[in-house]
């Protein structure tokens, strides 16, 4: 057993359901938040929990440099680690190292690359990558992809698509043959002596420490990533190579990289028609509030994006009534909640002109609040995409 969607509701191309994972059940379609060093940054994990998030995203990469797998391991993987008793999801590494364009080398065993931290020397193979993230111990983990840079002439796209596949294969065997070896897998752990259901202990140094009853006889699922740069005619063949391969899920790479947003989506609306109904589609990456509502209508289950967390970092707030930029004048004196329409902590509490004061002074909580805001934002944005699919 690792991961599987039950749909329970559809209307049009879109669905609504549940993905049953080895930490808890998720209600899809979800959009999943950015937590790249095991943090959603400026986010503590009990506010996570209230904000109604069910899974969190975690860079492969960055937790590759800091603090590396052997911690995190040893720690007793990513979500006893993190205190995250939730479902967690990891890239492959392959996006990041594609965008290192200047410190990485592709070859057909993998990316050797430097670090953005020190400039010292890694490569990542698929083997690697998911070495690594069964080290990480992420209820889902992503095959190790090249990510096809824009624009790319038809030659490069085939040859990048055709790289991708022999890495999935690649990827795939790796995983069955380690797929028990991740920190929380049946028979890893002693066995408890009290054992409180799903109460989760929070010491590692516990030798009691089992983890959780949901996590017995569970592994982690490996996803595919569809690729096929730009062209449809690509996509539609790597979609129906990489479903022969056989994921229990399929992810729709390489998009949001430089491409108009008109393109991008001609590309996932093209793609979907070729992925599995009765497996989880997860679009990675994209997008703003309306984009995720448009995909999750058109049959996406899952995705993810910085955009909430990266603009709430930099003022810029999504609301009922548009995009607000916090940082201006105008909100000086502007007593307000930030968005009226808003039932998230921060609208209930705070006006717009504490929070432009907190942003012009630089505080920390101006970050905290203003991520909370966007998050519950893109939250609710997809609660309300699921009742409009169950109230057809
Ligand atoms: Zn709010």
Redesign the pocket.
Known sequence: MSVHLQIEATRGAARAGRLITPHGEVETPVFMPVGTLASVKGVPQDVLEELGVQILLSNTYHLYLRPGVETVRKMGGLHRFMAWDRAILTDSGGFQVFSLTELRKVSEEGVAFRSHLDGSSHFLSPEKAMEIQIGLGADIMMAFDECTEYPADGQRMRNSMELTLRWAERSKKYFEEHKNEVPWAAGRQPLAVSHQGQQVLRSAQDDNFIGHEHEKDQTQALFGIVQGGMDAALRRESAERTIDIGFPGYAIGGLSVGEPRELTRDIVLSTLEHLPADKPRYLMGVGTPEEIAQYAQAGVDMMDCVLPTRAARHGLLFTSEGKVSIKQARYAQDESA??PG?D?R??QRYSRAYLRHLYAANELLAQVLNTV?NL??YLATMRTVRSWIRAS
């Open positions: 930030l968005d808003c998230c921060v609208c805001h519950h934002y």
